[in-house]
């Protein structure tokens, strides 16, 4: 039972943090966490077949994009790592079909 408590606690707090990057437009740039010595951007993108993700540039040392996905038809939020990239670069990471982008942003690697 505490284990149920503490996943729906995780996704309320992850639903907040990610009510900001939700109402932006699929192509709008939206600001990326990432550590201090970097500085990222995020691009929200659709694919093909309809999966979302995003393209995140960071500057300030190599790095590796991140995204926090959840599905659309329970709910089940996960993560996804993008390619490692040097500074400047660009790392494209998916989610899953029938799953959204909550946060974008990248991580030192």
């Known amino acids: 039972m505490h284990v149920r408590q503490r996943v729906a606690g995780t996704v309320a707090a992850l639903a907040l943090a990610a009510s900001g990057l939700s109402a932006a437009a699929p192509t709008a740039s939206a600001s990326a966490s990432a550590p201090s010595a970097l500085s990222c951007s995020a691009r929200l993108i659709t694919g093909s077949g309809g999966h979302r993700g995003a393209e995140i540039r960071c500057?300030?040392?190599?790095?590796?994009?991140?995204?926090?996905?959840?599905?659309?038809?329970?709910?089940?939020?996960?993560?996804?790592?993008?390619?490692?990239?040097?500074?400047?670069?660009?790392?494209?990471?998916?989610?899953?079909?029938?799953?959204?982008?909550?946060?974008a942003y990248g991580t030192p690697s």
């Open 59 to 103: 500057t300030g040392s190599s790095f590796t994009g991140v995204v926090d996905c959840k599905r659309t038809d329970n709910g089940y939020v996960y993560r996804h790592f993008g390619n490692r990239v040097p500074s400047g670069g660009t790392s494209t990471v998916w989610c899953d079909l029938n799953a959204t982008v909550i946060q």
